[in-house]
């Protein structure tokens, strides 16, 4: 190898915050970094089939279980303003260990919970854990997998996140049913899940932040000059995705006892669970194609699934709640595999894990707003009138976000995300 390559090969590692001739970790660190996102994205979802029993046990209405969903968004808002700075200021490990400190004391709430308010705090406790995940435990990914894995970096990041999300309400759901106890058990074995997770962080060789950054530390987060594009790109996919996916998670079980006449929390998990095994699976077919295809595909995904969410509560249609389901767990997997693959090869490594939380503020306000508005709609006029407004509304918003890729894709941002043909940098 040349004196100029090998030169060259250092000072990438350098802005990645590698110490000088430090050998790559090995692949398999690579997918253990993933585990943590993983391991919070379960507790994420694991309390969506088990609505249903606080509902009958507490006493809340279709609204108030909107407003206790969008507790968890607003956690993750809030966390996403400082957890992405301080993790590029200070260290991956400094954000992530805290973070599954109160993922762990959230668990041990929803355990026992007996009140609307024990509920609400358990929410709004996850979403902080969930939004430091989302910025420092992704960008945490690219660190480990250093400046020649970053395509398997977005991948595992993004997989990771759908997987645990899909697991935790399929998990929540089968244990709810089969084993005495149901709230308790269930969150009992997601202890143990945050526990190993600790684990995996406090041995992750991710390297130590190369700059001390500037600027305040609470801030609303944002991308680097010139990265702009990229963030307009994935925000335009991604947010209509999931708030596709957050709708389900949070009426979906009322929609499959309305059209169903089930309260079953193993088809309730089992529906969430397929949907983000449809978001997971979709990353790994399409992953080796151009950011842009992704993300046009997204949003058609999207488009289709909120048309088959107003065919299905109109027609009573359990089949196309489903589909409506699959689609909008295709929709958000795309949205956040190109989003995320143009912020990893765009970013500067000292900047990833600000512009990773900037991606998911633009994705979760109208994923938090939207439903929440569904719920009340909902109440006040009939579940069948509150869905379909708000597929119709997101179709709108599906299409405007394929219309944007259409325009801004085409024009120069085959250029704007490092335009490297070897790290599968083109749009």
């Not at 009992?188 to 305040?216: H, S």
């Not at 397929?274 to 978001?279: E, I, T």
């Not at 929709?331 to 939380?357: D, F, I, K």
Request: glycine residues 14%; charged residues 10%; positive net charge.
């Amino acid at each position: 190898m040349s004196d100029s390559r090998i030169m060259a090969e250092e000072a990438i590692r350098a802005a990645a915050g590698e110490r000088p001739g430090a050998s790559p970790a090995p692949t398999w660190w690579v997918w253990l970094a993933a585990w943590p996102v993983t391991a919070v994205f379960v507790l994420s979802n694991a309390a969506t089939p088990l609505y249903v029993l606080w509902q009958r046990d507490i006493g809340f209405s279709r609204g108030t279980l909107t407003v206790i969903f969008a507790c968890y968004i607003a956690g993750l808002l809030g966390s996403l303003l400082v957890s992405g700075v301080v993790s590029d200021r200070l260290g991956r490990k400094r954000v992530l260990l805290p973070a599954l400190a109160l993922a762990l004391a959230a668990s041990g709430i929803f355990a026992t919970a007996s009140s609307v308010a024990a509920l609400i705090v358990a929410r709004l406790f996850t979403g902080v854990a969930v939004g430091a995940v989302v910025s420092a435990g992704m960008a945490a990914v690219t660190d480990v997998a250093g400046p020649a894995r970053k395509r398997l970096a977005a991948l595992l990041a993004s997989c990771s996140m759908v997987f645990g999300a899909g697991l935790g309400p399929l998990l929540a759901g089968v244990l709810s049913e089969l084993l005495p106890g149901p709230t308790v058990t269930v969150f009992a074995v997601e202890t143990v899940l945050l526990v190993t997770a600790v684990l995996a962080v406090r041995r992750m060789p991710v390297p130590r932040p190369a700059t001390p950054g500037t600027g305040a530390w609470v801030r609303l987060p944002r991308v680097p000059h010139g990265n702009g594009r990229q963030l307009i790109l994935g925000v335009a996919v991604f947010a209509p995705g999931i708030t596709a996916t957050s709708f389900v998670l949070s009426l979906g079980p009322s929609l499959l006892s309305g059209l169903l006449g089930t309260t079953s929390r193993v088809v309730a998990g089992a529906m969430a669970f397929v949907m983000f095994l449809a978001a997971t699976g979709v990353q790994l077919a399409v992953q080796r194609l151009r950011r842009r295809t992704i993300l046009i595909a997204g949003a058609v995904s999207t488009t289709i699934s909120m048309a088959a969410l107003v065919a299905a509560v109109n027609a009573s249609s359990v089949p196309m709640l489903v589909a409506a389901a699959l689609l909008a767990g295709a929709g958000q997997g795309m949205g956040q595999l190109g989003g995320l693959s143009l912020l990893n090869t765009g970013v500067p490594p000292q900047h990833l894990a600000e512009a990773n939380a900037a991606l998911n503020v633009g994705g979760y306000l109208p994923a938090g707003a939207l439903p929440v508005a569904a719920g009340y709609l909902s109440d006040a006029i009939g579940l069948t009138g509150g869905a379909t407004v708000f597929g119709a509304v997101l179709l709108g918003l599906a299409v405007i976000g394929g219309l944007v890729v259409l325009g801004m894709g085409r024009n120069g941002q085959e250029r704007g995300d490092g335009g490297s043909r070897h790290g599968g940098g083109e749009c």
